[in-house]
């Protein structure tokens, strides 16, 4: 059975700094996702990520796959309050999407 | 429609009862899932339908639940004599064959009383 751990669940930081969320999973995958849930709302795509070596970048937020390592990592430049959320990665293994457990970014002025 | 259009938005149920969740997909997406996120946890996979494939049922975690999916369009999650720890946000998601990402609802919050 697949398993997609995040680490770190818990993240605050400020304003201005960086940071990079890990996803790790233990099964062979080239598919890898990010996904970002606002408090309530639904799942937003952010990432698609197909090959090794993959990046791919959007604003402050930079997602990379290495297929190798079995990890994904969502990196965060001069975070800004707007980025607070819980972020998700899922792996694609066979027909299913499995999820890590979620990151919840808190950014504070 | 624009987007994955799922309803009731709400439903609060008494315990016992049987609840139907409905699921609109985007136009010509083949491939629907059916995830479940209890309250500050991550997505429990429940099933996944491809085209006219059999679905993956893997996920549903007992015989009370079921869904089915008509004419490669519309799904729906059946969940029989609810109990409380069935309370959750239904999510459905649905995505073109291939390589692309799953588009998500708004998902159905589910309270069993």
């Known amino acids: 059975e697949l398993k997609v751990e995040q680490n770190p669940l818990f993240l605050s930081m400020q304003e201005g700094k960086n940071y990079t969320i890990y996803c790790n999973y233990s099964?062979?995958?080239?598919?890898l996702y990010w996904y970002r849930q606002d408090p309530g709302k639904s799942l937003e795509s952010l990432f698609v990520?197909?090959?090794?070596?993959a990046v791919k970048q959007e604003g402050r937020l930079m997602a990379s796959l290495d297929t190798k390592a079995r990890l994904s990592t969502l990196h965060i430049t001069a975070a800004v309050h707007d980025l607070s959320a819980t972020y998700f990665c899922?792996?694609?293994?066979?027909?299913?999407?499995?999820f890590g457990e979620g990151t919840q970014l808190t950014v504070n002025p | 429609g624009a987007g994955v259009s799922q309803s009731p938005s709400n439903k609060v149920t008494e315990k016992g009862k049987d609840v139907e969740l409905r699921c609109d997909p985007i136009?010509?997406?083949?491939?629907l899932y059916w995830y479940r996120q209890s309250l500050g946890q991550g997505l429990e996979f429940l099933i996944y339908?491809?085209?006219?494939?059999?679905?993956?049922k893997s996920g549903l975690p007992s015989d009370r639940f079921s869904a089915e999916r008509t004419g490669g369009s519309v799904s729906t999650l059946t969940i029989q004599r609810t109990q409380q720890e069935d309370s959750a946000v239904y999510l459905c998601?649905?995505?073109?064959?291939?390589?692309?990402?799953?588009?998500f609802g708004q998902g159905t919050r589910l309270t069993v009383v």
């Open positions: 099964t062979t995958s080239d598919r």
């Open positions: 136009s010509g997406h083949t491939a």
């Open positions: 998601a649905s995505r073109l064959t291939g390589v692309t990402e799953a588009f």
């Open positions: 339908f491809q085209g006219n494939s059999a679905p993956d």
């Open positions: 990520l197909l090959s090794n070596g």
């Open positions: 899922a792996v694609e293994w066979g027909s299913r999407l499995t």
